[in-house]
């Protein structure tokens, strides 16, 4: 069954990436009415979205009034996006003002909706914008946090908006599974990626994770309505739209960002694969080959347990989610993880077997999740993203019982 998809496009200079954003739609088989704003038809013309959507485009009320636009499109998607979202649109999204067709779609709209909001930085964080957001989330509207970066002209800031590909990942998020925003009002932190102990200027000690997921885990809080921060460790992705990212390097960083964002989070998952050792002492200038000579041996330390002291830390009512990458037998994983959950203090713990062509960079994985209550749930291999939400289902069941 095409499912249809209402694509609202606001007055702002990032209108043109929602041509980006359509095409992901048609060509992954959705069918897509594209609603412009009056000024958002000043940035890309009606030609160029009713040509590339296949359908006809208005942004008032009165084309086509016989069909009763105003009511049925709003009535009869399964989603509505609207990107970008400017300061102008969601104030009126937040207080029901309907002077055009597309905020009169908002108000009819009975199935998701996802705003992607585009603006400078001090529109986005005005005192005003911030509480019209507030508003729309505590009604279960979906608004994504905009991306950091250049924006119009030479400012750079937080109010970008996200990579096209990052919202369609997003908005597939929410169709395929019709999300509730379980998550709403909810803080969650996830670590992701791994992290690198520098030997010399040029050398480190590192691991094979790839960070998916980690992003995984990211997108998907953000799908369901979260207020995520993502710790990333050496990230080779881009960021997931919705998400607020800080960017780490070694160990130390990672655990100075995490404990810090975590201080307020009402979950945090540790998906991050932090190196148990660094080097003792760093060299300031490259270790240089010689010709017929062993190099010196490298002595290392043990690294800071992030897991461990987040556990110590942790206020009433978090549920702390943390990792154990095995490379032995089931049985043997199992009771690691058990002896590590009990030591972390976590609430659950996500086990799965690593090693080469297992987890580290695919796109798929399989892991058995143990609670501190005892419970099992074993997980077959599935996309990672799936995974995802399937932990999020075991948190949220937590957070709930504890609400």
């Known amino acids: 069954m095409t499912t249809r998809v209402v694509l609202g496009v606001g007055g702002g200079i990032a209108a043109y990436k929602a041509a980006e954003l359509l095409r992901l739609f048609t060509e992954s088989g959705h069918r897509v009415r594209v609603i412009p704003t009056a000024s958002a038809l000043r ?11 296949r359908e006809p485009v208005a942004d008032d009320v009165w084309a086509d009034a016989h069909e009763v636009p105003h009511v049925r499109l709003g009535k009869e998607a399964d989603l509505v996006v609207v990107a970008p979202a400017t300061a102008d649109l969601i104030a009126k999204a937040a207080h029901g003002l ?13 199935c998701p909706v996802v705003l992607a909001p585009a603006m400078h ?12 957001v507030a508003l729309l989330r505590s009604r279960g509207t979906l608004v994504i946090e905009p991306a950091s970066g250049r924006l119009t ?28 925003a379980d998550l709403a009002g909810r803080h969650v932190v996830v670590t992701a990626g791994g992290t690198r102990e520098p030997i010399d200027p040029v050398r480190f000690i590192g691991n094979r994770s790839s960070g998916k997921q980690g992003y995984a885990f990211a997108r998907t809080a953000a799908a369901r309505g979260a207020r995520v921060t993502l710790v990333s460790a050496n990230p080779g992705l881009p ?17 100075k960002a995490t404990v810090e964002a975590a201080a307020d989070a009402d979950a945090v ?23 017929g000579v062993e190099p010196a041996p490298i002595a290392l330390t043990l690294n800071p347990d992030i897991a461990a002291e987040l556990g110590e830390r ?3 009512g978090q549920v702390l989610v943390v990792f154990a990458a095995e490379t032995v037998t089931s049985a043997e994983a199992l009771a690691n993880a058990r002896r590590k959950l009990a030591a972390k203090r976590a609430d659950l713990i996500v086990v799965n077997e690593v090693g080469t062509d297992k987890v580290f960079g695919s796109d798929a994985n399989t892991a058995t999740v143990l609670g501190a209550d005892g419970s099992e749930t074993v997980f077959p291999q599935q996309h990672k993203e799936d995974l995802a939400d399937a932990v999020w289902d075991l948190v949220t069941t937590r957070l709930t019982s504890t609400s």
């Open 43 to 53: 940035f890309v013309g009606a030609p160029t979205w009713a040509a590339l959507s």
């Open 98 to 110: 309907a002077d055009d067709l597309l905020t009169n779609t908002l108000l009819t709209a009975r």
């Open 121 to 132: 930085t001090e529109m986005w964080e005005h005192p005003a914008t911030q509480a019209n």
């Open 153 to 180: 002209g030479a400012d750079t800031g937080k109010g970008r908006l996200p990579d096209p590909t990052e919202i369609f990942a997003y908005a597939r998020r929410v169709l395929d599974r019709r999300l509730s």
């Open 239 to 255: 960021p997931p739209a919705g998400v607020d990212v800080i960017v780490v390097g070694t160990t130390e960083e990672l655990r």
């Open 269 to 291: 998952v540790m998906a991050a694969a932090p190196a148990d050792f660094r080097p003792a002492s760093f060299a300031v200038d490259k270790i240089k080959k010689v010709p």
């Open 314 to 316: 942790k206020p009433a």
